[in-house]
């Protein structure tokens, strides 16, 4: 092998999905003892690529070397095999055993019906060991639910190295600081110096601009499947590496001064909810809010921020632990859920059903009365539908989110909380739904938007607060952002 080869060459790999092409020729190289920290908005490729790496799909196209020699994962284990492992953005170790058992699960020595307990206590304190400066301060009996956030992190790193064993080559770790404090973050990072020092590869899978300047050698960007960008982020300037992860529709969006043709200023009324320094069980850590009569209040921040969890206290779903919540909406408040399928429509009910599910009539609710309601607001919201028996499942995905939508506005709520309104439907249906929100804060509504989508942040809210590390910060005009500013604020 040549030393100057790199660890991990990744040439011209393409994936599609049907008609939709999600990679298109990604080329990238990953140094041994370095940390190659991956960039992108959602739908970028990033998710893709990594399950390739990680023998979860295969490419169409392309090649891959490991090592000097070709690389072609069909299944994750054949790339533990290889020695690349992943630790994944969300939590899974089992609560209700101990750390030891964590760190060997499914990698168990011995034999099935004899596990031997002191080899498999002997794999994961050396495992551990790479990853806790001080080892011991982790008991290897503890449960795994009863660590911290910060020291389940550890035990998961620490399970990806033993399942990769004496060959593991290139850790992945996805968004690893989304669910930490600033100082558990620091102290993750410490252990990634020291890992990356045994001549270990980290790729860091990031939203987090502040984390890549700081812990990484190199970074790649893509954007639409394509390799958009690439360099040393420590001579970079980070607005310079938020235009590469923007690209030209940030360039487009910059150029038009009022997206939505909204006056500078409209003047807001009285409060109906004000949060007073919220925190939940893990997110957000202080929130404080207040939604007035009349305005949109746009809520950025990054995946993991707590964005979803503060719409929920705020909705009565989930726990408060502190903070002070006062609602002084006499109608009440609504949640538009961000998980339509799971837990904001009925998909095997008709449309009527569901806009009837909130508040059903005293009076017994005939077919007929309901099957009306559904076409009521089939008609108002331009739903494109056959009739209000048609089953939601049914209806595209812009159809679907309308039919929650009319939900809420049948309820006539005067608090809407709105998460993520426009995930997975058309153009066309994003701009109804911005545009009804719009219509709804004018004729008095308090609206909480959520949405990762940062120009439709921009362009229908009155103000927006952005949400980082699990604090809220206050709200400022949205006509003081762009795109890249909010971008760069929320990753830092």
């Not at 020695?83 to 964590?102: F, I, K, M, W, Y």
Request: proline fraction near 4%; hydrophobic fraction near 40%.
């Amino acid at each position: 092998m040549n030393e100057a080869a790199p660890l991990l060459r990744v040439t011209g790999v393409a994936k599609a999905f049907g008609p939709t092409k999600v990679l298109k020729g990604v080329s990238l190289d990953v140094e041994s003892g370095t940390v190659h920290a991956l960039l992108g908005m959602n739908g970028a490729g990033k998710s893709t690529l990594v399950k390739i790496l990680l023998g979860a799909e295969r490419a169409d196209a392309g090649a891959m070397l490991l090592g000097g020699a070709p690389y072609a994962p069909r299944s994750p284990g054949e790339a533990r095999e290889a020695g690349v492992v992943l630790v994944p953005q969300e939590r899974t170790l089992c609560a209700h055993l101990s750390v030891v058992d964590n760190i060997v699960l499914g990698i168990e020595p011995g034999s099935a019906a004899h596990r031997d307990r002191e080899r498999s206590r002997a794999v994961a304190s050396s495992s551990l060991s790479l990853v806790a400066a001080d080892g011991g301060r982790l008991s290897l009996d503890a449960r795994a639910g009863e660590l911290s956030v910060a020291d389940q992190q550890l035990v998961e790193i620490a399970r990806a190295l033993a399942r990769g064993g004496e060959s593991a080559r290139i850790l992945v770790l996805d968004e690893p600081t989304s669910s930490l404090t600033q100082r558990d973050a620091a102290a993750l990072f410490e252990r990634v110096v020291a890992l990356k020092e045994t001549g270990l590869a980290v790729i860091l899978v990031t939203h987090f601009m502040g984390d890549v300047r700081a812990h990484a050698d190199r970074y790649t960007v893509l954007r639409d499947g394509m390799v958009a960008g690439s360099g040393d982020p420590r001579t970079t300037e980070p607005s310079a590496i938020v235009h590469e992860v923007l690209g030209p529709e940030l360039e487009r969006f910059e150029r038009t001064e009022s997206p939505s043709g909204r006056e500078a200023t409209r003047a807001a009324g009285d409060v109906l909810l004000e949060a007073r320094e919220v925190a939940g069980v893990t997110r957000p850590r202080k929130a404080s809010l207040r939604a007035r009569r009349g305005e949109i209040l746009g809520i950025a921040g990054l995946v993991g921020s707590g964005r979803t969890e503060l719409l929920r206290i705020l909705a009565g779903l989930d726990r408060r632990t502190a903070g002070e919540l006062e609602i002084k909406a006499p109608k009440g408040v609504g949640l538009l859920s961000e998980d339509r399928a799971g837990e904001g429509l009925m998909l095997g009910r008709s449309i009527g059903e569901n806009v009837w599910l909130s508040r059903r009539s005293p009076w017994l609710s005939w077919p007929r009365q309901i099957a009306s309601e559904g076409a009521r607001w089939i008609d108002r919201l331009r739903i494109k539908a056959s009739s209000g028996d048609q089953r939601v499942a049914e209806l595209s995905g812009g159809n679907q989110q309308k039919v929650q939508i009319a939900r809420l506005l049948r309820e006539d709520y005067d608090v809407l909380l709105v998460d993520e309104p426009t995930r997975g439907i058309d153009v066309a249906s994003k701009a109804q739904v911005l545009a009804l929100l719009r219509e709804l804060a004018a004729a008095g509504k308090a609206v909480v938007l959520v949405s990762s989508q940062l120009d439709e942040l921009v362009s229908t809210c009155d103000v927006i607060s952005v949400l980082r590390h699990g604090e809220l910060g206050e709200p400022r005009p949205a006509l003081d952002f762009t795109e890249a500013s909010l971008l760069l604020e929320a990753s830092s």
